[in-house]
């Protein structure tokens, strides 16, 4: 008899459990009819558990979530400095190539003639970047110093306009026209007329025209200060402002002018002072 008591409790708690209770949801337009949904008092009970439960799991995996796309972004990291570690190594690679190249050549002309100056984790790959980079830094640091000297090279007058005989040499001499003593400022070289001239030098022509008793003459610009003239031209083949590379034809020799024979009168310039051209005058010297 002392079992019915607990009989009753459980009877009376699962009839409360399964009251129904019923929820409404009232929509904003009033056009719609309410939905009224009687659900076990029970059911309202376990769904606000499981709510709750669903609740502190999420908010216990939310660091994990946040450790995940901390590792994904050092992945993605590591795989673009590994993508720029292999760039950086074949950029080395060609760099080495073409330094070996270049000292395979030789002498300095044939150097500055070929050189083209147009044209990275953990711990350990950081130390690897910084050595590549310091790598780079020196590697651009050594292709700054043959562009540099490359165009100093290209400037620098190199060789005769053209293959002769030198009929008057460079400094103190008697005119041939005036009988006056005078000082020369550049070198007569004897060669047949309608010769080519070639420039001596990389520049840009500031002159071509009639200079009087220098008749036809062309004046190129070379930079760093250097500039070399051609004088007596039978014909010029250049306009001011045309660039040119050295080998290239500026005109052709000619004896206009207060010339006695056919000749180039040809002289070099540095820093507004004249130079003995046979100072420049390199593997073409007659």
């Known amino acids: 008899m002392a079992i019915m008591p607990h009989y009753r409790k459980i009877k009376i708690f699962f009839k409360k459990a399964l009251t129904p209770v019923t929820i409404m949801f009232i929509p904003h337009d009033n056009s719609r009819r309410s939905l009224n949904m ?11 558990i499981c709510s709750i439960v669903g609740a502190v799991y999420l908010l216990s995996m939310l ?21 720029d570690f292999k760039a950086t190594l074949v950029s080395l690679k060609k760099a080495e190539q073409d330094l070996h190249h270049l000292v395979s050549l030789g002498s ?33 640091a050594i292709k700054d110093y043959l562009r540099s000297q490359k165009d100093l090279y290209l400037a620098t007058p190199n060789g005769f306009p ?6 008057s ?24 007329p309608g010769t080519p001239i070639r420039t001596t030098a ?14 036809n003459i062309v004046v190129v610009a070379h930079g760093h200060g250097f500039s070399t003239y051609y004088a007596h031209n039978r014909k010029n083949t250049v306009h001011v402002g045309q660039s040119i590379k050295r080998g290239d034809v500026i005109g052709y020799v000619g004896s206009t002018g207060a010339a006695t024979g056919s000749h180039v009168h040809y002289a070099v310039w540095l820093n507004g002072k004249c130079k003995n051209p046979i100072n420049y005058a390199g593997s073409s010297r007659s």
């Open 38 to 48: 009687n659900v076990p008092a029970i059911g309202v009970f376990l769904s606000t």
């Open 63 to 83: 660091p994990y979530a946040i450790r995940y796309q901390d590792m994904e972004k050092q992945l993605h990291d590591y795989s673009k400095k590994v993508v």
């Open 108 to 140: 300095k002309e044939k150097i500055f003639d070929n050189v083209d100056t147009s044209d990275m984790g953990s711990f350990e790959i950081d130390q690897v970047q910084e050595q590549i980079e310091s790598s780079m830094k020196t590697v651009g």
């Open 162 to 167: 053209v293959q002769g005989t030198i009929s």
């Open 169 to 192: 040499p460079f400094g103190k001499r008697l005119h041939p026209v005036s009988g006056q003593y005078e000082f020369h400022r550049g070198l007569d070289i004897s060669a047949d």
């Open 202 to 215: 990389d520049g840009v022509v500031v002159f071509s025209g009639w200079n009087g008793g220098g008749g």
